[in-house]
């Protein structure tokens, strides 16, 4: 049975700090992975989505990088600022295209001024 | 786009009541799933559909819970009789099926709070 796990569950660093929120998976038999960012009282809002054959996906100051065999994905955010408070949800898709995603628990970031 | 569209955005009810939470996906999409998001669990997955039929709905936890989809552009989730345990946040999501993947697109849920 396929487990995600991110650490830390919360983190505060000082703006303007690069960071880096990892995620781990317990099967390499993948057909994605995506980041995802939850603001309080909100849904989910997909970040960045990496296909199994990639091994990483940028956008802004957003990097996410996928390593298969080790099961671990990583989020970078660079300059981070206090607008990009919220929580960073990993999600795994499946061996098939079909839409499933099993979520980790969460990373909880506060930025602060 | 409108998004995916929820009703209730809240609703507080009595241990026993029957539960409705709606949905509609975003035009064009032809999957559709519906979450359950709990401080406990994290999120979970409790069934989702491709072109209007149930495909998976392992994750539904008891008979009490039932969904349906009768048309590509509304959804259901009914809870039946509504417990305590079951409050939660229920997200919707949609996306269209390719070959390669898609995004998944969610809604920004039903808050339910059973008393």
């Known amino acids: 049975k396929q487990e995600v796990t991110q650490i830390p569950a919360a983190l505060s660093v000082p703006e303007g700090e690069n960071l880096v929120l990892n995620c781990s998976f317990t099967?390499?038999?993948?057909?994605?992975l995506q980041w995802f960012r939850q603001d309080p009282g909100k849904g989910l809002t997909s970040l960045l989505l990496i296909q199994s054959s990639q091994r990483e996906q940028t956008s802004g100051r957003l990097n996410a990088s996928l390593d298969k065999s080790s099961g671990r994905s990583t989020l970078y955010i660079a300059a981070s600022q206090p607008g990009d408070s919220a929580t960073y949800l990993c999600?795994?898709?499946?061996?098939?295209?079909?839409?499933?995603?099993?979520f980790g628990q969460g990373t909880t970031l506060q930025v602060k001024p | 786009d409108a998004g995916v569209i929820q009703s209730p955005r809240h609703e507080v009810t009595e241990m026993g009541q029957e539960v409705t939470l709606r949905c509609k996906p975003i035009s064009g999409h032809n999957s559709l799933f519906w979450y359950r998001q709990t401080m406990m669990r994290g999120l979970e997955l409790l069934i989702y559909f491709n072109n209007n039929v149930p495909i998976d709905d392992s994750g539904m936890p008891e008979d009490r819970f039932s969904a349906k989809m009768p048309n590509a552009s509304f959804s259901t989730l009914k809870i039946q009789p509504s417990e305590p345990r079951d409050s939660a946040v229920y997200f919707c999501?949609?996306?269209?099926?390719?070959?390669?993947?898609?995004?998944?697109?969610f809604g920004e849920g039903s808050w339910l709070t059973v008393v």
């Open positions: 999600a795994v898709g499946p061996s098939s295209n079909t839409g499933k995603l099993i």
């Open positions: 099967d390499s038999a993948i057909y994605n």
């Open positions: 999501a949609s996306r269209y099926i390719q070959v390669t993947g898609n995004t998944i697109y």
